[in-house]
T-cell receptor, first 110, second 113 residues
Framework: EAQVTQNPRYLITVTGKKLTVTCSQN?????MSWYRQDPGLGLRQIYY???????DKGDVPEGYKVSRKEKRNFPLILESPSPNQTSLYFC?????????FGPGTRLLVL | AQSVTQLDSQVPVFEEAPVELRCNYS??????LFWYVQYPNQGLQLLLK??????LVKGINGFEAEFNKSQTSFHLRKPSVHISDTAEYFC???????????FGTGTRLKVLA
């Protein structure tokens, strides 16, 4: 089944403790992206990747890092999480202009 | 740069009634336009997209949208809604040839029995 998977689905952590949210797609898509969703703000793009080793900033990249060493994986790294990064995070991969979204990762930073 | 405005944060409508969810955008370049639906506790699913060509776009679940360049709008419509259409709907824009997507703040559609 064609899908985008994210892990973990739920995470509670403390300020400053580095964490990684994994994203993997099995559709051989070149384009992948990370978003955060906050009430009243919709989805905001954090980072995107056009292909392996090619990434660029979205609208809200501060406090996040990404890497794209393999086509199928696009992990999101929070080196020193802060409470304002509490949010619902979505990974997506794209074929042409159709994005396929993962199920989301709900993060709480205390 | 692009921006998207969804004018209505919530839209209640009775079952079998028509509905229109409004979306306006701004951009200095040609755009691609999208509508996504998010059911409770799920990810987003593409309803329809406008890339070029016919300005009336038909999508899944009986939804359609019309691209109006002069009014910079891309309103979503359905002639008769069902309870199962209750969800949050997001309009999104991407500059043609770019990889950046801008989403609106969403419209919660509540279909009432």
């Amino acid at each position: 089944e064609a899908q985008v998977t994210q892990n973990p689905r739920y995470l509670i952590t403390v300020t400053g403790k580095k964490l990684t949210v994994t994203c993997s797609q099995n559709m051989n898509h070149e384009y992948m992206s990370w978003y955060r969703q906050d009430p009243g703000l919709g989805l905001r793009q954090i980072y995107y990747s056009m292909n392996v080793e090619v990434t660029d900033k979205g609208d809200v990249p501060e406090g996040y890092k990404v890497s794209r060493k393999e086509k199928r994986n696009f992990p999101l790294i929070l080196e020193s999480p802060s409470p304002n990064q509490t949010s619902l995070y979505f990974c997506a991969s794209s074929s042409g202009q159709t994005q396929y979204f993962g199920p989301g990762t709900r993060l709480l930073v205390l | 740069a692009q921006s998207v405005t969804q004018l209505d944060s919530q839209v209640p409508v009775f079952e079998e009634a028509p509905v229109e969810l409004r979306c306006n955008y701004s951009s200095s370049v040609s755009v691609y336009l999208f509508w996504y639906v998010q059911y409770p506790n799920q990810g987003l699913q593409l309803l329809l997209k406008y890339l070029s060509g016919s300005t009336l776009v038909k999508g899944i679940n009986g939804f359609e949208a019309e691209f109006n360049k002069s009014q910079t709008s891309f309103h979503l419509r359905k002639p008769s809604v069902h309870i199962s259409d209750t969800a949050e709907y997001f309009c999104a824009v991407s500059g043609a040839g770019t990889y950046k997507y801008i989403f609106g703040t969403g419209t919660r559609l509540k279909v009432l029995a």
